[in-house]
């Protein structure tokens, strides 16, 4: 694949508060590419550099190979859909869309064409000539996704686009946008705090916190094989614990040991040990590897979400069995459950359920991004 951004040891400060640290990323064409991460973690001010509105302190930027530190954003082939659609109230859908090339002085029949497909393509086709004020949310966005994608740009930026959206619609437009750029083949670079929709839609993910860059990869491998505790909390639920390997694949936890599919760590080498509540099993105390007494159930709809105290460290366990607040219950863990990652400085952090509850993560998020 062609590489179509370069951002090369990229540092920048706010008033002397370091908020990227010696970031380097590879952004290629036709991908659909995700940054992710918790509030001031750096991933809206990596976007503003891409499109132009930040420069970095230090460090490039390449487009297609050529240094643009200092290329204004209206001379770079990038544009941008922010959280705030900034739409023109004054004029309708139809003029919205064709804004950007009537600056450019484009044809009117050459307009026309353009606007028409574009508005098909985000399936507006009988909303040309509504008031963009009389639209819903889902439909402004997709006025100014045509807006932004009228001019054919190489790289499309979206800052957190759907963040004022409810929930259904949330859904939806994520299909739409992920239709939306294999349709056309532009390079989507996302950004969202949301993990399900950063795993529903891209092809790579950066996550991020402390304005680093912790893991690049697919969904399947930032889920599946984490490189620290950080990741691994943030990216759904996990259960980190404290371990120590004994050998390879085999590796001791919450007093006992445990055959695991890792190898390669120091004979003795204390690690952090990842199990995801869903690759937990239930089962009868006699065949119980491990064995807790339940502190706490939530029925979560499709399956019940069960804290289990083990040796005075809360876990997660997401099942579809039953069980009861102070029932007694074993647990079982196949070798591919269990994932092993080095100590890092996240260590700790995460993991334990002690002071679980659904609404912390959003208490927490002030809506604000550095």
């Known amino acids: ?47 503003r550099m891409i499109g132009g509105f930040e420069h970095p302190d230090c460090g490039d930027i390449l487009f297609m190979n050529e240094k643009i530190n200092d290329v204004p954003p209206h001379k770079r082939n990038v544009n941008t859909v922010f959280q705030k659609y900034a739409l023109f109230p004054h004029l309708n859908v139809f003029e919205n869309v064709a804004f950007p090339l009537r600056e450019r002085k484009v044809p009117k029949k050459e307009i026309r064409e353009k606007v028409e497909k574009m508005l098909s393509l985000v399936m ?5 000539e ?8 889902g439909q402004q966005q997709r006025v100014a996704i045509a ?53 529903s839609m891209s092809d ?16 399947t491998d930032i889920y599946n094989e984490p490189q620290n505790a950080f990741v691994a909390d943030f990216i759904g639920e996990s259960n980190i614990i404290d371990g120590v390997m004994l050998e ?9 040991t445990f055959q695991c599919l890792d190898a390669g760590f120091a004979q003795g080498e204390q690690v952090d040990v990842v199990v995801r509540p869903e690759d937990v099993d239930i089962v009868p105390l006699e065949n119980a590897m491990l064995q807790g007494v339940v502190t706490a159930v939530t029925f ?16 997660m366990i997401q ?26 400085k996240y260590s700790g952090m995460f993991g334990d359920y002690s002071s679980y509850s659904n609404e912390l993560d959003e208490l927490s998020d002030p809506g604000g991004e550095a």
């Open 1 to 47: 694949m062609k590489k179509v951004i370069e951002l090369k040891n990229i540092s920048k400060a706010f008033g002397g508060e370091l908020i990227l640290d010696d970031i380097s990323l590879d952004i290629y064409d036709n991908e659909f590419i995700t940054l992710l991460g918790p509030s001031g973690c750096g991933k809206t001010t990596m976007l």
């Open 124 to 128: 507006l086709s009988n909303f040309a």
């Open 130 to 137: 509504r008031s963009v004020t009389s639209l819903s949310g």
């Open 147 to 199: 807006r932004a994608l009228i001019n054919h740009p190489k790289v499309l930026l979206l800052d957190e686009p759907l963040g004022a959206l409810d929930l259904k619609l949330r859904k939806d437009m994520q299909q739409e946008l992920k239709k939306i750029q294999k349709t056309t083949g532009i390079t989507f670079v996302f950004v969202t705090h949301d993990q399900e929709e950063a795993l």
């Open 204 to 219: 790579t993910i950066v996550v991020m916190s402390e304005g680093k860059i912790q893991q690049i990869g697919t969904p």
């Open 248 to 256: 390879n694949y085999r590796v001791s936890f919450s007093g006992h």
């Open 300 to 315: 979560m709809g499709v399956h019940n979400e069960i804290i289990v105290d083990i040796g005075g460290f809360k876990w």
């Open 319 to 344: 099942t579809t069995d039953s069980a009861s607040v102070d029932d007694r219950i074993g647990i079982s863990l196949d070798p591919d459950a269990i994932h092993i990652m080095k100590k890092s």
